[in-house]
């Protein structure tokens, strides 16, 4: 939805009017002439703690399996207190600054014995920065064989410990989850873990069928496809979204449909470890709920909601385009231009987003929605010749620079400034903990 009107009035963190409006004795404005307003990004699948593992070289040219066993499972038992919370903060402000209000972090850095809490530096690195956190609790409560030969920090946690420390988060900050179905964990403690977070009230998040192994081990393990497997252990609904789903069979498809299950789709990631592109297109078709995911900046070093947008939008249309045939063999269409217009990613990467995570009143600039705004000045010479200017931030690729972001109405970006950063001192704070880890 574009709108026509020139302001937009906030008020206790929520947008009352749009429209023509005249500015009250007391209150601020804010001049977003010659700007472009968005809804603030949603972004509901990451790994916040893989902001120090960009680049790195062993994975750098792997596919998933191999890519999990080269980096971040190598370096998981590298990470202590301080470079956690570091790659938090880096990972966050780099969300912040690309528009991004709300994230949900998927982190599996949990292990037996482990000496401080990240749940605890997760929510408090995004309080300080203004930031809406969610909580994916992530764990595993089996190993696989890439993992057998690694140390403590990759050990299973124990079952009844894993559903306590849900329940424990659940009571502490009320927005947690359990990670990849078919490897994690064995079938029954699947169900056991969907009808825990069910009686709690939060949802439920995993990997699924990102690379053709789901496709192998589902039909090996369980003679089944692993939408079959979540669908017989209570992993399908609309209070499920599932990350990547690049490898779906056209029943699979129809079950996440009928179910109203959701999808965090990482495009730049999927890139990056040869995964494919999903059909976003069939998804939404079958009734599939669609979101934008940054996933871990270790397997996508642009972690940003604007370059993922961008990526989505250019992909979708690579990925019919493919399928185009010549008219002597029967082809009826040239390419895929006409799929996934500039209004239907932002959707995707905003109200989709919100939708997934359960958050109804975030994720569109509507008159009663909470003020969850991302305001871009297009002065770099990327913008310089637009015919359109409200489709900048997503059409041009890079990071358009933020006039504001607010968030609960609250100004957490300024100018392109996060008050109290000082960039140059975590750049240097960064290089060493790459050094150390």
Known sequence: ??????????????????????????????????????PAWV????????????????????????WLSATPYRFRATFDEQTFRLAVRIGLIELLRSGCATVADHNYLYWPDMPFDPSDILFSEGEALGMRIVLCR?????????????????????????????????????????????????????????????????????????????????????????????????????????????????????????????????????????????????????????????????SNEAADMQSESHAAWLLQRARKGMFATPRYDGGTFEGGGDVAIIEDVVCWGSAGGAQILGLPQSGAVQVGMLADIAVYRLDDPRYFGLHDMAIGPADCGGRASLKALMINGRLIVENDHIPGLDLDAMRHQAISAVRTL
């Open 138 to 298: 992530g764990g595993a409560t089996q190993g696989r064989t890439i993992e057998q030969d690694l140390p403590q920090a990759l050990r299973p946690e124990n079952f009844d410990h894993y559903m306590a420390d849900i329940e424990r988060l659940v009571g502490c900050y009320h927005d947690p989850r359990p990670t990849t179905l078919l490897h994690s964990a064995p079938g029954a403690q699947v169900r056991e873990m969907a009808r825990l977070a069910r009686q709690l009230g939060i949802r439920l998040h995993s990997h699924l069928s990102e690379t053709v192994d789901y496709l192998d081990a589902a039909r090996d393990r369980f003679n089944m496809t692993p939408v079959q497997f979540c669908a017989e252990h209570d992993w399908l609904g609309d209070d499920v979204w599932f990350a990547h789903l690049v490898k779906l069979l056209p029943q699979q498809i129809t079950l996440l449909g009928d179910s109203r299950t959701g999808i965090a789709h990482c495009p730049q990631s999927n890139g990056r470890l040869g995964r494919g592109i999903a059909d976003l297109l069939a998804l939404e078709q079958a009734g599939v709920p669609v979101s934008l995911g940054v996933d871990g900046a270790a």
């Open 1 to 38: 939805m574009r709108h026509a009107g020139h302001d937009i009035r906030i008020r206790q963190g929520v947008i009352e009017a749009i429209g023509l409006l005249t500015a009250l004795p007391d209150e601020r404005l804010i001049d977003a002439r010659d700007c472009v307003v968005y």
């Open 43 to 66: 972004n509901p699948h990451h790994y916040l703690f893989q902001s120090l593992l960009k680049g790195e070289p062993q994975g750098l040219n792997k596919s998933l399996t191999a």
